[in-house]
């Protein structure tokens, strides 16, 4: 298996819980044997996890203002780290008639927005979009610290 990205990595897992099971049984005896899966993580994989930690060096997403989010998420962008889609998503204001240079906590309005989804048992393209634009900001978290 090659995994180039992270959103790839993520996709396998969903189709792999969403795939039905089924189970047979059979009076065959099964040989004992220890396997194991291999995984082969490619170098565009590599160069994007290097990337994002270099990236994640130069930003706080605990306590940034929004000129520092919009510049992040562009450069996650351009580098390819995340969609046009997750960028948007990066860049919702977060409140009417802001201050652009005013420092927030990025991570904890991200969370109110998917609790309140969540809370209204939303799940549509828009509700996921900001699940993954607060476990984008949560991986910037735990890279810079």
Do not use: C, W
Not at 28 to 43: F, L, M
Not at 92 to 116: C, G
């Amino acid at each position: 298996m090659l995994i180039n990205s992270n959103s790839q990595a993520s996709h396998i897992y969903q189709t792999q819980s969403n795939a039905p099971h089924t189970t047979t049984s059979s009076n065959t005896p099964v040989k004992n044997e220890n396997t194991a899966d291999k995984i082969t993580i490619s170098e565009a994989g590599l160069n994007a996890e290097s990337k994002l930690q270099e990236i994640a060096k130069h930003y706080d997403p605990k306590n940034m203002s929004y000129n520092e989010l919009s510049k992040m998420s562009s450069t996650l962008e351009l580098n390819g780290l995340v969609t046009p889609e997750e960028g948007l998503a990066l860049r919702a204001p977060p409140k009417m008639n802001f201050d652009p240079n005013e420092k927030y906590d990025t991570v904890a309005l991200a969370k109110k927005s998917v609790e309140f989804d969540q809370s209204l048992g939303m799940a549509g393209r828009d509700s996921q979009l900001r699940v993954r634009a607060l476990n984008i900001l949560e991986t910037i978290q735990s890279l810079s610290s």
